[in-house]
């Protein structure tokens, strides 16, 4: 249980991060320093990784099946 929260508060990080991105992108005069650090924050998220939540994506239905990359 503990791995799909972590799952979820990372999915919620990256969320964060796309919203705050679209502000800097598009609403250049409404964005704020919380922004940024949003934005650093989901890119450690996005682009870190977790090995533990990263299984979940071969498990269940509809979960990768491509083994070499499980490995």
Known sequence: ???LSSAVEENKQVQRRFISIIKQDKLKNSVKQSDFD????????A???D?????????????????????
């Open 38 to 45: 949003i934005i650093l924050e989901g890119n450690l998220t």
């Open 47 to 49: 682009h870190g990784g």
């Open 1 to 3: 249980m503990s791995t």
């Open 51 to 71: 090995g533990a939540v990263d299984v979940l994506l071969f498990e269940g239905i509809g979960g990768r099946d491509d083994i070499f990359a499980s490995q």
